[in-house]
């Protein structure tokens, strides 16, 4: 059985804290209750992997999450909406969907929400997951499974239940040939409480973005380095000296996904290295 009900009416780009907190109570609360088996959310594709990861956080139940949403509109020749929904009602009323954390499925492919990132602009495959590969298919209606998830997520996270009336702000500072300290003094000017950085290769940037974000971290602003790249990890102090600027390392998680650990890391601690270690282990 199958019923449904509408959180939000605004697309990808609108998409706020404030719509995060209160889809995620809600999530919460239905899955709390025995006769609930599991949870589609429809959503835009631009920002469901950061919403899909939230979710993976907070989430405080070991039963399906399948976030799904569609490339073509339903006016479309082919459009992809409908069988992407029945894949995805599938997927979520499967018995061993439960504990894997939140899902993504487009596509006929299963994607981990922590994993899965979105690759093209309007191809109806725009949804990889270039680390760690998809976690299953779904065919017809079928899921077939291939790996389990490799990172702390939903009943096993320390965010699990204990989501907060609001996020700190965090800003994403993307480098580039040429970068200059600009944008990271607008964030901080801004209020930002905690930056990434979307670094070239291995989180890295140039001398004047670096010693930017190594000022911010001296004056308590915690700094997350990740890569512009979409795949790899950017690991401690191998290309930066993370250790002496006082940085932390984002791991497999890419810029928008770092920014949501981040978020959420900052309402518990702004001691860099207990955030490394949530870095270390979501
Ligand atoms: N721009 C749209 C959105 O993410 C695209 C989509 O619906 O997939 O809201």
Do not use: C
Not at 103 to 119: G, M, P, Q, W
């Amino acid at each position: 059985e199958i019923s449904g009900e509408q959180i939000a009416s605004i697309g990808s780009q609108d998409m706020t804290d404030a719509v995060w907190i209160k889809l995620a109570r809600r999530v919460n609360q239905v899955l709390a209750d025995p006769a609930i088996h599991g949870v589609v959310v429809t959503h835009g594709t631009d920002t469901m992997e950061e919403t899909g990861y939230f979710l993976n956080l907070v989430t405080k139940s070991d039963k399906p999450v399948v976030l799904v949403g569609s490339m073509r509109p339903a006016t479309a020749v082919s459009a992809d909406g409908p069988m992407n929904i029945l894949n995805a009602a599938a997927v979520a009323a499967d018995p061993d969907a439960r504990g894997r954390g939140v899902l993504v499925v487009l596509n006929d492919v299963i994607h981990y929400a922590r994993e899965t990132t979105k690759t093209n602009t309007t191809s109806l495959q725009t949804f990889a997951s270039p680390n760690r590969g998809p976690a299953g298919l779904v065919l017809f209606g079928k899921p077939r499974w291939f790996s389990k998830p490799a990172w702390r997520h939903t009943a096993g996270s320390v965010f699990a239940g204990a989501i907060p009336d609001a996020l700190p702000r965090v800003d994403i500072v993307y480098a580039h040939a040429n970068a200059g300290a600009e944008h990271v003094k607008a964030s901080l000017a801004a209020g930002a409480k905690g930056l990434v950085l979307a670094g070239v290769g291995d989180g890295n940037g140039t001398e004047a973005l670096v010693g930017a974000l190594a000022q911010a971290a001296k004056n308590g602003i915690v700094v997350v380095r990740s890569s512009r790249t979409n795949s790899g990890a950017v690991a401690r102090n191998v290309e930066i000296d993370d250790d002496k600027l006082g940085f932390v390392a984002g791991q497999e998680l890419n810029p928008q996904k770092a920014r949501v650990l981040l978020q959420l890391a900052l309402t518990r601690t702004k001691d860099p290295k207990a955030v490394q270690q949530l870095f270390d282990e979501y």
